[in-house]
């Protein structure tokens, strides 16, 4: 397979952040509302990024409680901070074989570079491209490194644990890649959009670098 690049979703692909998001989420919308938010109406708000979502929500106030949710991503993910088991021995693999590694994610730059910071893995990645606070906007992303590149969509592929990746994946015509490791992924939801390969397991995902990316 002649594959140049891979690029990577963050969370709940590389590294297991997810509760981290909704926790933060959660406390930042109960104390700058004044109520619970229930787990469909949390979902729903994603697509933006967080200044996005802020900004909507509350636009007189939306620095102050961007800086509290960063604040409480920043303290809760120590505990989230390790990258899932293999992850680093599969980065490292794919570099090994030249494979150029970039991370497009729908996160804003504020919470990016504090799960870069816990997780350590910022070093492996040529290019970082964060969420737009207008919309989800990962396939507008994705060809902005395919420029930075110069390659081809059969070039490169995507790794990402949701619906939206295969779609975007496949909205630009590269490969589609489903992480399903993560105990937060909607399995049905992913397999529904059919990605062309799926991998319940790091440990399967580097079995299949080391038969597939020469």
Sequence with gaps: MKL??????????????LPVVRTSFSRTLLKFSG?????????SLFGPSEEGIFKKLFPDSWQESLQFYLDEYDRLHVNYADPFPGIVDALNLLQERKIKLALVSGKGAGSMEISLKHSGLKHFFEVIITGSEHQASKPE??????????????????????????????????????????????????????PAYTFDSVESFIDWIKNNIL
């Design 141 to 194: 992303h994705i060809r902005k490194i395919l420029k930075h590149w110069n390659y081809t969509p059969d070039e490169v592929a995507y790794v990402g644990d949701i619906a939206y990746d295969v779609q975007a994946a496949k909205e630009v015509g590269i490969l589609s890649i489903s992480a399903l490791w993560a105990e937060t992924v909607q399995v049905n939801k992913v397999l529904a959009m059919n």
């Design 35 to 43: 109520r619970e938010y229930s787990e469909k109406e949390l979902s």
């Design 4 to 17: 140049k690049g891979f690029i990577f979703d963050l969370d709940g692909t590389l590294i297991n952040s």
